[in-house]
């Protein structure tokens, strides 16, 4: 019995010279209607990110020649994550929300990608929630050196002498108030088998799960 095979379509809709990357795998590109992507735009591909090397933050209209509008740029990237750059799931069709680094500090950005309008918001974020209310976040200075090439450089961490911090850890952000809510600590995430293992000095065995 003959099988129809699904036809795909392959369209290039960015050039060089410089290079375009969106971003992570559990963010979707698309807007809602389906007529814009986001990217990033990135002037080097040869070394990883340091404090002052910026990426743009574009939109690409699908209806009208793949056109690249920049809208935006950000101090907090890297090249496996980008800045979390993504549609915000409250308003998913105008509004886009990514990471920046403003004032010496991390910051989310929540944008009107129409009327340019954008909220600032006090910690970067990692993960949103289906509804859009509320978003995650993490110490991305403390990841940068912890796992190279998923943190963002720039902004020092201000627990890099607390090996074992019990105020950082994962953080949820009201998207529209700006409230947080420590929700697990560093602490609370090494006392989770309930040894209390604490082992100072080696900071990547917090990664570490213990039989």
């Given at each position: 019995?003959?099988?129809?095979?699904?036809?795909?379509?392959?369209?290039?809709?960015?050039?060089?010279?410089?290079?375009?990357?969106?971003?992570?795998?559990?963010?979707?590109?698309?807007n809602?209607?389906?007529?814009?992507?986001?990217?990033?735009?990135?002037?080097?591909?040869?070394?990883?990110p340091?404090?002052?090397?910026?990426?743009?933050?574009?939109?690409?209209?699908?209806?009208?020649?793949n056109?690249?509008?920049?809208?935006?740029?950000?101090?907090?990237?890297?090249?496996?994550?980008?800045a979390?750059?993504?549609?915000?799931?409250?308003?998913?069709?105008?509004?886009?929300?990514?990471?920046?680094?403003?004032?010496?500090?991390?910051?989310?950005?929540?944008?009107?990608?129409?009327?340019?309008?954008?909220?600032?918001?006090?910690?970067?974020?990692?993960?949103?929630s289906?509804?859009?209310?509320?978003?995650?976040?993490?110490?991305?200075?403390?990841?940068?050196?912890?796992?190279?090439?998923?943190?963002?450089?720039?902004?020092?961490?201000?627990?890099?002498?607390?090996?074992?911090?019990?105020?950082?850890?994962?953080?949820?952000?009201?998207?529209?108030?700006?409230?947080?809510?420590?929700?697990?600590?560093?602490?609370?995430?090494?006392?989770?088998?309930?040894?209390?293992?604490?082992v100072?000095?080696?900071?990547?065995?917090?990664?570490?799960?213990?039989?």
């Amino acid at each position: 019995m003959a099988v129809d095979t699904p036809s795909i379509e392959l369209r290039q809709i960015t050039a060089g010279p410089k290079q375009h990357i969106f971003g992570y795998y559990d963010k979707c590109c698309w807007n809602k209607s389906g007529r814009y992507i986001l990217t990033h735009e990135i002037a080097f591909g040869d070394h990883m990110p340091g404090p002052d090397d910026t990426a743009a933050i574009g939109i690409i209209d699908l209806h009208n020649g793949n056109k690249l509008k920049i809208i935006a740029e950000t101090k907090a990237w890297c090249w496996q994550q980008g800045a979390m750059l993504q549609w915000w799931n409250a308003e998913p069709e105008n509004h886009i929300l990514f990471n920046d680094r403003r004032d010496g500090q991390f910051v989310c950005i929540i944008k009107d990608i129409q009327s340019g309008k954008e909220r600032v918001l006090p910690r970067p974020v990692g993960a949103v929630s289906h509804d859009g209310k509320y978003g995650y976040s993490l110490n991305f200075a403390r990841l940068a050196v912890l796992r190279p090439g998923y943190g963002y450089e720039g902004v020092p961490d201000p627990f890099a002498k607390v090996p074992v911090p019990d105020n950082d850890g994962i953080t949820r952000i009201d998207l529209n108030t700006g409230k947080q809510k420590l929700l697990f600590s560093v602490a609370q995430a090494v006392d989770v088998d309930g040894v209390g293992a604490r082992v100072v000095g080696q900071p990547e065995a917090l990664f570490a799960f213990h039989e």
